[in-house]
């Protein structure tokens, strides 16, 4: 099984918009623990979430557009990850990639399973030390989330410190324990 990664922009979300409304319809219960913006109170309608996605998609390039004009500010990059036969199996992304710090964070959600996954996860990291030229990267992962916690512990990231009681993101009140689990690129 191979996966290839590309972009999430306004085109591309345009063109899979409905698949990955679908998707996150069929996946919502597994999803809104951990993603704020898969509750239905947030995306309850395919119109809802197409506005949602316009949003997110418009801040993310503000951020690029910041980040060119002073490369000391952080910048985020969201890629869909489609599976062999062309079809969304889920989403993977850079949060505050940090030029100067030389690190970012990685998050990923899975619709498909966990080996589009480690590839996901694998082709991520390849483009964090040959295209960003970063020396790390690291993941959030609220304590309570078994499964992420085994799956960045069983690929090399260690698990550096434990936040408690912090809010979970800036657009999630709740309140959670947090792994932060980092791991250091090497260049081959």
Same mark, same amino acid.
């Given at each position: 099984?191979?996966?290839?990664? #590309? #972009? @999430?922009?306004?085109?591309?979300? &345009?063109?899979? &918009?409905?698949? /990955? ?6 996946? !919502?219960? !597994?999803?809104?623990p951990w993603f704020w ?8 309608? *395919?119109? +809802?979430?197409?506005?949602?996605? &316009?949003?997110?998609?418009?801040d993310t390039k503000r951020? =690029? %557009? &910041?980040? *060119? ?21 889920? /989403? ?13 964070? %990685?998050?990923? @959600? ?13 082709? @991520? ?14 993941? *959030?992962?609220?304590?309570?989330? !078994?499964?992420? +916690?085994?799956?960045?512990? #069983? ?14 993101? #800036?657009?999630?009140? =709740?309140?959670?324990?947090?792994? %932060?689990?980092? *791991? =250091? @690129?090497? +260049?081959?």
């Amino acid at each position: 099984m191979s996966v290839e990664l #590309k #972009k @999430l922009d306004f085109t591309t979300f &345009a063109k899979n &918009a409905g698949e /990955m409304y679908t998707l996150l319809e069929e996946n !919502r219960t !597994r999803l809104v623990p951990w993603f704020w913006w898969a509750n239905e109170k947030v995306t309850p309608t *395919k119109f +809802r979430f197409y506005v949602f996605m &316009a949003l997110y998609l418009a801040d993310t390039k503000r951020k =690029n %557009i &910041a980040h *060119k004009l002073n490369s000391a500010k952080t910048y985020d990059e969201q890629f869909f990850v489609y599976d062999e036969s062309g079809k969304i199996g889920g /989403m993977v992304g850079l949060d505050n990639v940090n030029i100067k710090n030389k690190n970012a964070e %990685i998050w990923g @959600l899975a619709f498909k399973g966990q080996t589009q996954t480690i590839q996901s996860v694998k082709i @991520l990291e390849d483009y964090c030390i040959n295209t960003l030229n970063l020396n790390s990267i690291y993941g *959030k992962v609220q304590s309570t989330n !078994r499964a992420c +916690r085994l799956f960045w512990e #069983k690929y090399g990231y260690d698990a550096k410190t434990l936040d408690s009681n912090v809010q979970v993101s #800036k657009h999630n009140p =709740n309140i959670a324990d947090i792994y %932060i689990y980092t *791991k =250091n @690129l090497i +260049r081959y």
